[in-house]
């Protein structure tokens, strides 16, 4: 498996992804609440399409999402590529303003605002 970083995330849980003989994990957590930490957290079983992980918002880090969505393109037979190198967040605040500008494009809010 390539080595792929998490730059952020969030645990809202106790306990964790149990390994299994022959189970790969599928990260290695270093900080935990500003401290200093190694634990494996995951799984990840290719063979038979699992994955597995606590950190919540994982796949908003674009490293991570790139590197599952391209392991699933691989599985599919399809090419690899590379996502975009936005957060989820940031993805999402575009496509927001977007539908802001169509919306801003098409109604009259002088119109709307003043009374006629």
Do not use: C, W
Not at 17 to 36: C, F, H, S, W
Not at 91 to 114: G, H, P, T, Y
């Amino acid at each position: 498996m390539e080595n792929v970083g998490i730059r952020g995330g969030y645990e809202i849980h106790r306990g964790g992804v149990p390994q299994y003989a022959g189970d790969e994990p599928l990260i290695m957590i270093t900080e935990r609440n500003g401290k200093t930490t190694k634990q494996l957290d995951g799984v990840l079983r290719e063979k038979e399409l699992i994955v597995g992980i606590t950190l919540h918002d994982s796949l908003g880090d674009p490293n991570f999402r790139s590197f599952v969505l391209n392991m699933a393109r691989e599985l599919a037979g399809l090419p690899r590529r590379n996502s975009s190198a936005s957060s989820s967040i940031e993805l999402l605040l575009s496509q927001v303003d977007r539908l802001a500008s169509i919306i801003e494009d098409k109604l009259d809010i002088d119109f709307m605002v003043n009374d006629n």
